[in-house]
């Protein structure tokens, strides 16, 4: 059963004890023409139906507040998902909150039943002497040999009682009244407490749900960058066969060269037998090329200062820049390309390609592909349109077929140290003499030189004759 309810139930019998157990003092004092007194008696049951009443109304109109308030926070949980863990801490911090004052309650209302326990058992006392006073005096009346003095100190005693009794009622109707106070406040915690469940439970799974969402989305996310992924792979595959197979034309490739070619600066130094310094310097240019790991800048041997002979020059120091308009980095080391030493590499780092700020070109994978290919005078800026043939007793080479040349620009005459590019932009290779073209498959050194201000251990009249023989000893239509 419902405490309030209860508490109720015990105000009403409380009430009837006291209107039926009232004393009938006029038929006791009939003789003696006593003032007649009547215990007031208050309608405490209509009086806390009609609290009860309102009570529950406020309870009713709070409920209904509540759950409005309810509906509104739910709703700005739907629009903002990204709070709902800190409502959820609010709420747990509110329930919290209100369980102590929910306890709180309790014990004051545990506190108000005892002192209503107390003053109960005060009225019940009070009625016992009221009782035995009655009879006293019904006694005395009876035997009228009460002296007026001691009836007129009983009737004093009487009223003293009645009063009390009177004032205990009221301090029970306000411990009532203060009971109902106590357990309407604890029924709208109580109410709270569940609203704040409710929103604890519901925020909890607007979470889950939220944070399902956000798995799916993840999920579909992933799904579209793989897709994503996929089709970047396909457009750069597409892109790179569009771009293997689109013919460039002669004046695109030239205007490319001119545009991204590498000033090459070369100084070689030594003393001859008299004491006489004899230095020696080229300047050529070329471009950057790379097989996609390593960056290399090409030329042929013929436009540095070194020289294929027998006996070879023994350099004491060698040195050498790369520029690109205002940029330019040093020539660390020279290699001599295999299979045929007379193109020369000179390679540099990725941060030091980046900082000349020029196209890298690569070397064609496929160098069959096109029958024609466009030749570069790298010195004396011509260039001209050409057609090679394959010479099966040189594969590393094709030969320049003199019946198909045509130039577009400057006097086109092919020589040694010529560039060749494919119709696709990419690089062919170098030309050995005035017909043949050595193809660049890789980058393989057969021996390198390492620049610096004293070279003399590395013996470079021994390699430079070494590698003269080895060119001799080549085909002549080679040489």
Known sequence: MNRSILIVICDFLL???LAFSSIDINNAFKERSAPQIKPVV????????????????VALE??????????????????????????????????QTLQGELQSREQEAQKLQQQQANLQEQYASAQTNLQTLAHQLQTSSTEAVISKERLAALEAELRKQTEAAAALQQQMASLARSNQLVLAERQQLAGQLQVAEVEKRHAAEQVVKMEEQVKVEREEKAKLAEGVKVLANQSQDL????????????????????????????????????????????DTETILVTDGTNIFALCHVHD???????????????????????????????????????????????????????????????????QDAVLVGAREGYYGECRFQIDLSTPDYVKLDNSFLKGLFGKFNPSRGDLVFSKTGELLGLMANNTYCMMIHSFNPTATFQFGPDVRAQHTGDTLARLYSFVAGMPNKLQ
């Not at 208050?42 to 009443?53: M, N, P, R, W």
């Not at 006996?311 to 004491?316: D, H, N, R, V």
Request: charged fraction near 25%; glycine fraction near 4%; hydrophobic fraction near 35%.
């Open 15 to 17: 009430v009837s004890l």
């Open 42 to 57: 208050a309608d405490v049951q209509a009086e806390s139906g009609k609290d009860l009443t309102a009570v529950m109304r």
């Open 62 to 95: 709070e409920e209904r507040k509540n759950r409005d308030a309810l509906m509104g926070e739910l709703a700005r949980s739907r629009e903002a998902a990204t709070k709902q863990q800190a409502l959820l801490a609010e709420r747990e911090r509110q329930t």
């Open 239 to 282: 892109a790179r066969e569009v771009r293997e197979n689109r013919q460039l034309a002669p004046n695109t490739i030239f205007n490319e060269f001119v545009t991204n070619r590498v000033q090459a600066r070369f100084d070689a130094f030594r003393s001859t037998v008299l004491g006489i310094d004899s230095s020696r310097r080229k």
């Open 304 to 370: 540095t200062p070194l020289t294929f002979f027998n006996p070879g020059t023994e350099w004491e120091s060698l040195s050498g820049t790369l520029s690109h308009n205002e940029h330019q980095v040093p020539i660390h080391s020279l290699s001599f390309c295999w299979p045929d030493p007379r193109a020369v590499l000179m390679p540099l780092s990725q941060a030091e390609s980046k900082q000349l700020a020029c196209k890298v070109y690569h070397i064609s994978t496929e160098p069959y592909k096109f």
